[in-house]
């Protein structure tokens, strides 16, 4: 797969202006851009349309955690969208994702449709031990990612989204066709911000990376083209 094909940006803006002139300044570099919740409650509709108009691939990222029939119902809603990948909370427990990926795959069936692909979200890149100790978990990080990452799988989900520290872990258990998505990705000298678990581009692809997710690094950046262009170059080395 070409680097562009793993590459997805995180359009993390806060007005619909400045995201659709994000996205036409891109397009020429990203096909695959994601549309967090922010955006997508502020202004989501408009965006999805401009980039179904323009044929990008769009990730979903609405993290569904809540009971199983809701989250069913929320996965089906987002399916219709047109979406090429959507994700849900793995802490939201299997049965819940099991009654996701069941709703999906059988409302795509009845429509004779492609299901996008079906994350599960492991323990956010912004959160380290300490933070997991905060909330009562126990074990370390790297164990809860991969205990998600198998319940995940188990589910059927088709991967999860994890820091690329995790990433040779999680190939181990579930195997190396099990998707990673990796978002915590900073190229070296790039300013961490909230992200806890980071990674540079390099070493997420060379570790199996299946998709990068970049925000910051490219969305605000002097010229975001360019910094696309670093990191899809990165990735390719
Ligand atoms: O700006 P930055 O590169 O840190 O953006 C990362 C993006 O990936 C954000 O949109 C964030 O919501 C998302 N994300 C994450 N950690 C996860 C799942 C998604 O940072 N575990």
New binding site residues.
């Given amino acids: 797969m070409e680097s562009k094909e793993r590459l997805i940006v ?1 359009l ?1 803006v806060d007005t619909k202006e400045t995201c659709l002139k994000l996205i036409e300044t891109l397009s020429p570099v990203v096909d695959i851009f ?1 549309v ?1 919740i922010a955006p997508f409650v502020e202004f989501g509709e408009e965006i999805l349309q401009e980039l179904r108009h323009r044929r990008k691939k769009v990730f979903l ?1 609405l ?1 569904f955690h809540d009971i199983p029939n809701t989250v069913k119902n929320a996965a089906i809603a987002a399916v219709k969208k047109e979406v090429f990948m959507i994700n849900f909370h793995c802490l939201g427990g299997e049965k819940m994702l099991q009654e996701a990926v069941f709703g999906v795959k059988d409302f795509c069936a009845k429509k004779g449709i492609k299901a996008p692909i079906l994350l599960g ?6 959160m380290a031990q300490e933070d997991l100790a905060a909330l009562g978990i126990k074990s370390d990080v790297k164990t809860k990612v991969r205990e998600f990452a198998v319940t995940a799988k188990r589910s059927g989900l088709d991967g999860v ?2 820091s690329s520290q995790e990433i040779l872990d999680i190939k181990e258990v579930c195997g190396k066709k099990f998707l990673v998505v990796t ?3 900073r190229p070296k000298g790039a300013i961490a ?3 806890k678990r980071v990674e540079t581009p390099l070493s997420a692809i060379k570790d199996g990376a299946d998709f990068l ?5 490219i ?1 605000g950046a002097q010229d975001p083209v360019l910094a696309a262009k670093n990191i899809l170059e990165e990735m390719s080395e």
């Fill in positions: 995180a993390d994601k967090g990222d993290k979200v492991t323990v956010l890149t912004s989204v994890a978002p915590g990705i911000g909230d992200q997710v970049v925000g910051r690094p969305i």
